[in-house]
């Protein structure tokens, strides 16, 4: 899949395709069926596909401080994303301009004059266009004018209720990561580059692999039994805390991994961290010795989920 910057960057080999627009965060489930139409549809047109989308998110340009948290940030999109069948990603620089862009003008500078859009789908709710004025209606009028096809991808359920980047987060945040993992179809994963950190962990015989988060908000907090990609032997298990380390006054969010049974040096590293079982909420200990016989305990809950899943799989 490549990756394009803008519209500028948009060349001749570039049109001519099948196209989806969406901001994709987390790609759960009905993002994937929306892309699974757009494949299946383009290889029977003989059109490559694309998938636009924006940065910042829209809610995060309009209302910065009270957008909710991103599930996936971009890097962690596209690394999903390359799994589907998807030729191109076209991102778009959400700005005043392109926020004041009537529908009107979106369609024929993004759609037409771009990419030269042959077949359209979004989902069934899309809105787009200064004032969310443009809706499906407005495509299929703009299709039939201009020659391309517009569907909409009817709405996706999973639990009786539509599966959205809401209910995701929801769950997540109601710590019910199984739910999670079904709404995604697949455990919830962060990436991130290994950094180095202040040593305290090791200092009470539990060193962590420390990952900056570069968040605003990060839809989980707290303690849980995670599994990490990446590296030689995969994945190795361990306990992670989300957060911002209240028993050492910490105010940056941080996740910080302990692997079972590590001890390689693994700074620099691009790592994968799957969520797979959340064991409680980050809390204050007054000391580092009761931070310490909790990290015992936690690491103790974290092997016997695992030692339980294998138990019921063989």
């Known amino acids: 899949m490549r990756l394009i ?3 500028h ?9 099948a196209v989806t627009i969406g901001n994709f965060d987390g790609v759960h489930l009905g993002h994937q069926a929306v892309l699974g139409q757009l494949a299946e549809r383009a290889g029977e047109l003989g059109l490559s596909t694309t998938v636009v989308t924006f940065e910042p998110q829209p809610q995060e340009y309009f209302r ?3 957008a909710p948290p991103r599930l996936t940030k971009f890097r962690e999109k596209f690394a999903v994303l390359r799994r589907f069948s998807v030729d191109r990603m076209l991102c778009l620089r959400f700005d005043r301009r392109l926020a004041q862009l009537s529908p009107q003008q979106f369609v024929q500078e993004v759609l037409l004059d771009g990419l030269g859009v042959r077949y359209l789908v979004v989902g069934d709710d899309f809105r787009f266009g ?3 004025a443009g809706d499906f209606r407005f495509l299929c009028e703009a299709g039939d004018k201009h020659g391309f096809q517009v569907v909409h991808m009817h ?21 019910d990561l199984s739910f999670a993992e079904q709404l995604l179809g697949r455990p919830y994963r962060m990436l991130g580059r290994v950094a180095h950190g202040d040593k305290r962990g090791r200092d009470i015989g539990f060193p962590t692999a420390n990952i900056f988060l570069h968040r605003h908000r990060a839809p989980v907090a707290g303690v849980f039994a995670v599994e990490m990609f990446g590296l030689e032997r995969e994945p190795i298990m361990g306990v992670a805390n989300v957060g911002t380390r209240p028993t050492v006054d910490g105010v940056r969010s941080l996740l910080e991994v302990h692997l079972f049974d590590f001890d390689e040096v693994i700074y620099g590293r691009h790592v994968a961290v799957d969520f797979v079982h959340k064991l409680r909420e980050e809390k204050r200990f007054e000391t580092f010795a009761a931070l ?3 990290i015992n305990k936690d690491a103790f809950k974290a092997r016997r989920f695992f030692e ?3 138990t019921k799989t063989t």
Request: net charge positive.
């Open 130 to 132: 200064r004032g969310r």
């Open 308 to 310: 339980r899943r294998v």
């Open 9 to 17: 960057n948009l060349r001749e080999e570039h049109r001519t395709c």
């Open 5 to 7: 910057r803008g519209l």
């Open 155 to 175: 709405t996706f359920d999973v639990g009786g209720a539509r599966v959205s980047s809401t209910r995701v987060r929801e769950a997540l945040a109601a710590g």
């Open 292 to 294: 310490k016989d909790q």
């Open 64 to 66: 910065p401080d009270e």
